[in-house]
């Protein structure tokens, strides 16, 4: 049985967790983040996608896969842009960078959503295999 003080501590820390924007969203939902890469990094990811290589290997990505965004569904039929995404960043994963395998079709809009510090793979993204935390988070 929770003491009164201990029930008004855990109440404060949700609302503390609740301003935060972090409170609703199970812990699996979370990207996974990982640190900004140095900028040498970045100048050679910019020049990368100039690079004729790079237009082969996306082209090959176009060529073979269905052209419809991996998170939203979105398609050029439905007006939406559609991007090839590195899934694991190459400025981190440089060795990946023309590997098929990390390359997922994404929209536009879902692409500068994701940004580079995420790695969330869309293709195998299941949503019903989430399940929220133990515990009252809801409340
Ligand atoms: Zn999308």
Same mark, same amino acid.
Not at 61 to 64: A, D, H, N, R
């Given at each position: 049985m929770m003491s009164k003080r201990? &029930? +008004?501590?855990?109440k404060l820390l949700r609302e503390q967790y609740k301003l935060r924007g972090y409170w609703r969203q199970p812990k +699996?939902?979370?990207?996974?983040?990982?640190?900004?890469?140095?900028d040498d990094a970045r100048q050679r990811v910019k020049g990368f996608? &100039? $690079?004729?290589?790079?237009k082969q290997a996306r082209y090959l990505? *176009?060529?073979?896969h269905e052209l419809r =965004?991996? #998170? =939203?569904?979105a $398609? &050029?039929? @439905?007006?939406?842009?559609?991007?090839?995404?590195?899934i694991k960043s190459i400025r981190r994963n440089w060795n990946l960078r023309f590997d098929? @395998? !990390? *390359?997922?079709? *994404? #929209? !536009?809009? #879902?692409n500068m959503g994701k940004g580079s510090t995420d790695e969330t793979d869309w +293709?195998?993204?299941?949503p019903g295999q989430l399940t929220p935390p133990a515990g009252d988070w809801l409340n």
């Open positions: 201990t &029930k +008004r501590r855990a +699996r939902e979370r990207p996974a983040k990982v640190a900004a890469a140095p996608y &100039k $690079s004729w290589e790079w990505f *176009l060529k073979t =965004c991996e #998170c =939203c569904g $398609s &050029k039929e @439905s007006g939406a842009q559609i991007v090839v995404d590195h098929q @395998s !990390n *390359l997922q079709a *994404l #929209c !536009n809009d #879902c +293709r195998v993204f299941d």
